[in-house]
């Protein structure tokens, strides 16, 4: 079946611009996260969601980035006023209590 | 200090060599730990979990938790070209609907 999926792949934009980065879960997972992997680091959690609530949103690293996620379905990260250090890749996984499986990430540079 | 750490590498060795992977972590309370898999833009794929301390074998690959030590390895035996990738650690504290706790990754390359 399907795999969880991700747009866009790459997404450069402007410092001060708004992004919004989408991730579609693989279909029954009720659990889906967000994690940012920067250039060299391993990956940081930002977010988790059970179903369209989200009881662990401890790793946002500031108040320009949020979340939101349909039912047990799609969800989408948004930064607003992207800093350079926002650049890095966003990967989100997806996870019916167990293993997470992750999709291929969405590649952001802000210049 | 971070929970788990882990050397960045870069590691390089002969194929067929054996490769020994590593990380420790600090907070005791993680009891499940694993290791993924990451290709070049790729997202990250699950090789191994362990459950507390002990050994767990699949193919060539072995992984070891000892939590006396907070140490926790990934072996792979005849090393091959297609085994080159990122190596990361990951822990969490329960097997639920959980975050997981990832090193910063080890780049192996196996030399043909």
């Known amino acids: 079946g399907a795999g969880v999926s991700q747009s866009p792949s790459n997404k450069v934009t402007e410092k001060g611009k708004d992004v919004e980065l989408r991730c579609d879960p693989i279909?029954?997972?009720?659990?889906l996260y967000w994690y940012r992997q920067r250039l060299g680091q391993g990956l940081e959690f930002l977010i988790y969601?059970?179903?369209?609530?989200?009881?662990?949103k401890s790793g946002l690293p500031s108040d320009r980035f949020s979340a939101e996620r349909t039912g047990e379905s799609v969800s989408t990260l948004t930064i607003q006023r992207t800093q350079q250090e926002d650049s890095a890749v966003y990967l989100c996984?997806?996870?019916?209590?167990?293993?997470?499986?992750f999709g291929p990430g969405t590649r952001l540079t802000v210049t | 200090q971070k929970e788990v750490e882990q050397d960045p590498g870069p590691l390089s060795v002969p194929e067929g060599a054996i490769v020994s992977l590593n990380c420790t972590y600090s907070?005791?309370?993680?009891?499940?730990f694993m290791w993924y898999r990451q290709y070049s833009r790729k997202g990250p794929e699950l090789l191994m979990y362990?459950?507390?301390?002990g050994n767990k074998e699949d193919g060539r690959f072995t992984a070891q938790v000892d939590k006396s030590s907070k140490y926790i390895s990934l072996f792979i035996r005849d090393s091959q070209p297609s085994d080159s990738a990122t190596y990361l650690c990951?822990?969490?504290?329960?097997?639920?609907?959980?975050?997981?706790?990832f090193g910063t990754g080890t780049r192996l390359t196996i030399i043909p």
């Open positions: 990951a822990t969490q504290r329960s097997r639920g609907n959980e975050k997981l706790t």
């Open positions: 362990t459950y507390s301390s």
């Open positions: 907070n005791s309370a993680f009891q499940y």
């Open positions: 279909s029954g997972h009720t659990a």
């Open positions: 969601f059970q179903g369209n609530s989200a009881p662990d």
């Open positions: 996984a997806s996870s019916r209590g167990g293993e997470q499986y």
